[in-house]
């Protein structure tokens, strides 16, 4: 949000000689982060100890950019499209300017002015922005004839001084921003300005206006408040009995209330206000319409300005005896066209203003295009209101709507604040418009919160901050804050004010105001001190060590971790299936989100697979290799139960080359294969200690089939590996013949297994007897079975198993293969013989053949 310094001075008295960088350093040092300062017109300061950007803006030169007053308006003698303005600007004579500006014709040959106008006014050898080019680009003036009239000076334009890039005409200034000053005033002084651009989290809904970032101003200064007067002229006849309104959702609409301005005339705003609106990133539309904004931005309530005579008109057509405003939910596929053109079929939960007719705005969002100011509105209907902030929030976000009302809204305005927002708008209304203000105001407030109050023991903040401030001082800082203190002995009983939507009730409300004390004290001054309190008892929590285990493994055998969104949709996790087929899933099988924060983000996971593959396809734009994995839950619901299981899953993805080429060693063919997969998993299980792991053939629904295996540990399903299928990484759009190897695994289960305690064996101090042995089994029987009998039949001197060689073709029988295995064995204590070696060989070779079927190999 863009502050004006100058405006912030309207409500506290912030003195002249803080720089403004110091002021954003104490704003953001108290939690209302200035993330960028810009200039208008004045220099920056250097200020020691703070560090701000170096800026390049225009700086007004005091000598050279005045306050100007323009006292006559004359012809040019020799051109139609240009005129003579005559400045007084301060000096010994009036300068004479020549300005083709058009807002000055109306004023030609009319003699001297009464009252004069004033102007900002730039001598030569000023610097200012070009006003005639295209791109942003200065210049320096200097004198020349235009059309045979030496011209030296010159009257300015908004662009030509950075405000903005209109260039319609030369600035008017309004006499309440030239009251006080004398014509050759430095113009810096005038209309010199510092923007604050504070990057305000959601917590500081406090902080969306000018009051409401004047408020810390006061607090962290120590200066009073001046709040805008919110009295109202009302001479018109009594708005009571002219308009009805009718809640019927009070807890999304708690209170709504209404002003009629009559007789007003439609103009625009004067330049005071539309330079604020222009500062604030808001363009002027007129005086009606402006007067919303602004004291939207200044008070923090939004508001909406409706055509009386159209609503009247509407009331009478639908047989009323004078207009009701009501708020409701819509009707099923009712529409709505808003201010910006947007037609919408509403959802159910869009609140509705309406009236007896049909709709008329977007509740809390943006008003409605039908009864809209006209530029020959008469008499307006002035509405502010409050609003349920999560079903703002869910409009804005199912019919993709933003607008400055709906950012306020969303995030929490008090109902309080509607009244002190209708009245200071309505008297604005009246002074700009020159309308009649009804009296009266109609009010409807059916769901008043309670007010929060809070005790605050003092011995509570010295134990949470550790400083030692006296109930006196604290009371001071939270009374800076505008809330309400009684203190009794060590005790402060806070009444928190009605803006303040952020404060809780009991040890919470506690908590929310020591944070308050603190950041205004400031964070800074917090004193370093030993903990003066009894430390927490420590315990250990070994599921979350056990997962730490586990990924140190995995970054160590090579792998990064990534964390995925635990959001997402149905639809997506369907594209894990080929199309054609289906996953198997149960009734009501995801967690389902009532107010999603995006359409791609609607229910909890299932599974970590869509994750993984996502992260896959983003990084696959950037590089060839991708090694990572991911530890996390997965929401499964349980019927009857109030909330879902939640186990975790270890997700495990690689794609790309095997290895990568070095600058003096090319990269050895081959892609990451089902062999590369499950050699990851076995690091990992043989780092966790875990024995008894048992891969066999599997089918998944994602996997390709042939090249999938399932993981079972301890006789216990633990997951699936493999290669994803073609048709499932096309529907990723993940590129075309690459091989993705993928595994879900279940944490649960192999942490469930891991030993912490192990056995370790000695380093060996007996040579090896290494044999191979090749056997013809049946080709449906796995690797790990032969493995499994292997180990078994060679007792505790087969120290070692590997597989080296698998093959299929003459002389091996069609529908076998062969497995060639190293063997190692080794005894402890003495070195072993061929006698005992060849005992335990032929023993291994039976027990394959009994239990396997499996023959020696010759």
Request: some cysteine; hydrophobic content about 45%.
């Amino acid at each position: 949000m863009l502050v004006s310094i100058r405006w912030l001075k309207e409500y506290v008295d912030i003195p002249a000689d803080l720089p403004a960088e110091a002021l954003a350093e104490r704003l953001t040092l108290a939690g209302l982060e200035v993330g960028k300062i810009r200039y208008i017109g004045v220099p920056q300061q250097n200020v020691p100890g703070i560090t701000v950007p170096p800026s390049d803006h225009l700086v007004w030169d005091r000598q050279k950019l005045l306050l100007g007053k323009i006292v006559e308006v004359k012809a040019h003698p020799d051109a139609d499209r240009l005129v003579i303005a005559v400045v007084d600007y301060g000096g010994e004579a009036l300068e004479e300017c020549v300005t083709g500006a058009p807002n000055l014709f109306a004023y030609t040959g009319a003699g001297p002015l009464a009252p004069p106008l004033w102007t900002p006014f730039a001598m030569e050898g000023a610097e200012v922005w070009d006003g005639h080019s295209e791109k942003p680009a200065r210049m320096i003036l200097k004198g020349r004839k235009l059309r045979g009239v030496y011209n030296r000076a010159m009257v300015c334009s908004e662009k030509e001084l950075g405000l903005s890039d209109d260039h319609e005409g030369i600035m008017l200034l309004d006499e309440r921003t030239v009251a006080g000053y004398a014509p050759g005033t430095p113009l810096q002084d005038v209309l010199g300005d510092v923007l604050l651009d504070i990057d305000l989290t959601p917590n500081l809904a406090r902080a969306w206006s000018i009051i409401g970032v004047a408020r810390e101003v006061a607090a962290l200064l120590g200066l009073p408040m001046h709040y805008p007067p919110t009295d109202v002229r009302m001479d018109g006849p009594a708005i009571a009995g002219r308009v009805d309104i009718d809640i019927r959702r009070p807890e999304l609409n708690p209170r709504f209330t209404l002003a009629l301005i009559e007789g007003i005339t439609i103009a625009p705003s004067p330049l005071w206000m539309q330079l604020r609106l222009k500062l604030a990133g808001m363009r002027p539309i007129n005086n009606i319409v402006d007067v919303t904004n602004y004291v939207m931005l200044e008070t923090g309530q939004p508001l909406h300005a409706f055509d009386w005579d159209i609503l009247c008109r509407r009331a009478a057509q639908s047989g009323a005896a004078h207009p009701t405003i009501i708020t409701r939910l819509p009707d099923a596929g009712e529409e709505l066209t808003l201010l910006d053109d947007s037609h919408h079929v509403l959802d159910a939960h869009n609140l509705l203003v309406a009236d007896t007719a049909g709709s008329l705005s977007l509740a809390g969002v943006m008003g409605g295009l039908e009864s809209e100011v006209q530029p020959d509105s008469r008499n307006i209907l002035l509405e502010a209101a409050n609003w349920n902030f999560i079903n703002v929030r869910r409009t804005m976000q199912s019919r993709k709507l933003s607008s400055e009302a709906g950012l306020r809204f969303s995030r929490g305005v008090h109902p309080g604040q509607a009244e002190f927002g209708l009245r200071r708008a309505a008297e604005l209304m009246r002074v700009l418009s020159g309308g009649i203000v009804a009296r009266g105001i109609v009010d409807s407030y059916p769901l008043r919160p309670e007010t929060v109050r809070v005790d605050l023991p003092v011995a509570e903040v010295r134990r949470i901050t550790g400083m030692d401030l006296t109930p006196a001082e604290i009371a001071a800082i939270l009374r800076g804050l505008q809330f309400e203190v009684d203190v009794t002995g060590d005790l402060l009983h806070v009444t928190v004010p009605d803006h303040r939507l952020d404060i809780g009730t009991g040890v919470i409300g506690q908590a929310d105001l020591i944070e308050e004390i603190t950041r205004i004290y400031g964070y800074d001054r917090i004193p370093t001190t030993v903990m003066d309190d009894l430390l927490p008892p420590q315990r250990d929590n070994p599921a979350l060590r056990s997962e730490e285990w586990a990924r140190d493994l995995l970054v160590a055998a090579g792998l990064n971790e990534i964390v995925c969104y635990r959001l997402t949709t149905p639809e997506r996790e369907a594209l894990l299936a080929p199309p054609g087929e289906s996953v198997d899933l149960p009734e009501n099988a995801y967690v389902t989100l009532a107010n999603p924060i995006s359409q791609d983000k609607t229910v909890m996971r299932r599974t970590l697979l869509a994750g993984l593959l996502d992260t896959a396809v983003a990084n696959l734009r950037q590089t060839d290799r991708v090694r990572f994995f991911e530890i996390g839950s997965v929401y499964l619901p349980t019927p009857g139960d109030l909330l879902p299981q939640e186990p975790r899953r270890l997700g495990i993805l690689l794609a790309g080359p095997r290895e990568m080429a070095w600058w003096d060693l090319p990269a050895r063919d081959g892609r990451f294969d089902f062999f590369d997969l499950k050699g990851v998993v076995e690091t990992l299980l043989a780092g966790l200690h875990i024995e008894k792991a048992v891969y066999e053939p599997a089918r998944h629904v994602s996997l390709f089939p042939g090249r999938t295996a399932a993981l079972t540990i301890r006789k216990r399903p633990a997951g699936v590996l493999g290669e994803l299928h073609p048709k499932v990484a096309a529907a990723f759009d993940l590129p075309d013949g690459l091989p993705i190897l993928i595994a879900e695994l279940d944490l649960e289960v192999i942490l469930g297994a891991a030993r912490a305690a192990h056995r370790v064996s000695p380093v060996p101090t007996q040579p090896a007897v290494y044999q191979d042995l090749a056997l013809i089994v049946p080709e449906e029987t796995p690797a790990a079975s032969v493995d499994a009998v292997i180990r078994e039949a060679g007792g505790d001197l087969l120290e070692d198993v590997r597989l080296f060689d698998v093959y299929r073709g003459a002389p091996v029988p069609t529908g076998h293969k062969s497995l060639a295995y190293a063997l190692t064995f080794r005894a402890p204590d003495q070195t072993l013989t061929d006698k005992p070696v060849n005992k335990l060989r032929e023993r291994i070779i039976k027990a394959v053949g009994q239990k396997l079927g499996a023959t020696l190999r010759d």
